[in-house]
T-cell receptor, first 112, second 116 residues
Framework: RKEVEQDPGPFNVPEGATVAFNCTYS??????FFWYRQDCRKEPKLLMSVYSSGNEDGRFTAQLNRASQYISLLIRDSKLSDSATYLC?????????????FGQGTTLQVKP | DTGVSQNPRHKITKRGQNVTFRCDPISEHNRLYWYRQTLGQGPEFLTYFQNEAQLEKSRLLSDRFSAERPKGSFSTLEIQRTEQGDSAMYLC??????????????FGEGSWLTVV
């Protein structure tokens, strides 16, 4: 089983749609959680952190369910510019050690 | 440009040849990471350094792979006797150790390797 699993998609949605991505992680000792965005043939960049209480950044909402080891990302009012691959990322260790583990990514294509 | 710099950006090599990639991290960052990414997959962790010490290596990093960070600044990743399965994008990233909890690692643009 992969340490971080995502539905690869692709998700094809019209502009203005709401879309949700899910992610599960295997290690219950995981400490911190993130969503990264990766444009085609570019490097990944941090989109947002995911907090236990859930958090929002504009049109983006991230949620974490530690009991189910589940993370989600909701994008409202999709824009053409949201087309990218969204990577679920987990840090299994404490803040002073370890590394980020990436899921395989979920591809989003927003159509006009 | 003060971001993470990688070179060469593209490398085509024949099977069996050795290749070396270089990464120059953001200057004040003490952590440096190497990841590998193939088409349709997320970045896979290979190894990381804190200053000059290599603290962890993935089992993906076979004996043909070696990474160094001799002075705690730039790093090199060498692949010996390349195989077609080594074809991938090799990503370098850097961070402050204290910022990992924030998920703020900064990637370079990657080095694309094609083994023919």
């Amino acid at each position: 089983r992969k340490e971080v699993e995502q539905d690869p998609g692709p998700f094809n949605v019209p502009e203005g749609a709401t879309v949700a991505f899910n992610c599960t992680y295997s290690n219950s000792a995981s400490q911190s959680f993130f969503w990264y965005r990766q444009d085609c043939r570019k490097e990944p960049k941090l989109l947002m952190s995911v907090y236990s209480s859930g958090n929002e950044d504009g049109r983006f909402t991230a949620q974490l369910n530690r009991a189910s080891q589940y993370i989600s990302l909701l994008i409202r009012d999709s824009k053409l510019s949201d087309s990218a691959t969204y990577l679920c990322v987990v840090n299994f260790y404490s803040s002073n050690t370890g590394k980020l583990i990436f899921g395989q990514g979920t591809t989003l294509q927003v159509k006009p | 440009d003060t971001g993470v710099s990688q070179n060469p950006r593209h490398k085509i090599t024949k099977r069996g040849q050795n290749v070396t990639f270089r990464c120059d991290p953001i200057s004040e960052h003490n952590r440096l990471y190497w990841y590998r990414q193939t088409l349709g997959q997320g970045p896979e962790f290979l190894t990381y350094f804190q200053n000059e010490a290599q603290l962890e290596k993935s089992r993906l990093l076979s004996d043909r792979f070696s990474a160094e960070r001799p002075k705690g600044s730039f790093s090199t990743l060498e692949i010996q006797r390349t195989e077609q399965g080594d074809s991938a994008m090799y990503l370098c990233a850097s961070s402050l150790a204290t910022s990992l909890v924030l998920g703020t690692i900064y990637f370079g643009e990657g080095s694309w390797l094609t083994v023919v």
